[in-house]
T-cell receptor
Framework: SQTIHQWPATLVQPVGSPLSLECTVE??????LYWYRQAAGRGLQLLFY??????ISSEVPQNLSASRPQDRQFILSSKKLLLSDSGFYLC?????????????FGQGTRLTVV | KNQVEQSPQSLIILEGKNCTLQ??????????LRWYKQDTGRGPVSLTIMTFSENTKSNGRYTATLDADTKQSSLHITASQLSDSASYICVVSQGSNDYKLSFGAGTTVTVRA
């Protein structure tokens, strides 16, 4: 069966420090991978998606970047964190596009920038 | 701009009672609509997924309906349990580009004993 791992679950980082969040998927090949950010009381916002190794698309300009060094590994990074980067980050994967494909989410990382 | 609007923003119900959550969307063209359940501090978990040709789909005590003509969906929870307390998110995908999902802000359901 397919599983998705996302870590760490919580993270407190000072302003200006670097960031690296990792997401790995097991049990599937060539998945589409996504990074979302969720603000309190608001819908998930797509940050990055990737349809293959080294292929990254950015949805919104921001202080973050993403990389896909391996087929089932997706990394969210920042060189210098801002206070506004605080939030709940979710990694997801899907196989598609297809009419009835589903997106499966990791457990999320609560990032607090202080 | 493609949008997904959910109502109510939150609701409180007594254990054993039923409730219905609403989702209206303007995403076009439409591919599919999904309902997710998200426990606090956790990732969303899929409940149902419907394409434009499906009107209803059930998953245990959860029943989703879809009216693609009016662009409305509902999620009905029957005989609520304390474990149903969560945020329920409506997600719509656009056309054949499944990479772009439009998320509603969610409805927070609190079930009380």
């Amino acid at each position: 069966s397919q599983t998705i791992h996302q870590w760490p679950a919580t993270l407190v980082q000072p302003v200006g420090s670097p960031l690296s969040l990792e997401c790995t998927v097991e049990g599937t090949s060539n998945p589409n991978l996504y990074w979302y950010r969720q603000a309190a009381g608001r819908g998930l916002q797509l940050l990055f998606y990737s349809v293959g190794i080294g292929q990254i698309s950015s949805e919104v300009p921001q202080n973050l970047s993403a990389s896909r060094p391996q087929d089932r590994q997706f990394i969210l990074s920042s060189k210098k964190l801002l206070l506004s980067d605080s939030g709940f980050y979710l990694c997801a994967w899907s196989v598609g596009p297809a009419l009835n494909t589903e997106a499966f989410f990791g457990q999320g990382t609560r990032l607090t920038v202080v | 701009k493609n949008q997904v609007e959910q109502s109510p923003q939150s609701l409180i119900i007594l254990e054993g009672k039923n409730c219905t959550l609403q989702c209206n969307y303007t995403v076009s063209p439409f591919s599919n609509l999904r309902w997710y359940k998200q426990d606090t501090g956790r990732g969303p978990v899929s409940l149902t997924i419907m394409t434009f040709s499906e009107n209803t789909k059930s998953n245990g005590r959860y029943t989703a309906t879809l009216d693609a003509d009016t662009k409305q969906s509902s999620l009905h929870i029957t005989a609520s349990q304390l474990s149903d307390s969560a945020s329920y998110i409506c997600v719509v995908s656009q056309g054949s580009n499944d990479y772009k999902l439009s998320f509603g802000a969610g409805t927070t359901v609190t079930v009380r004993a």
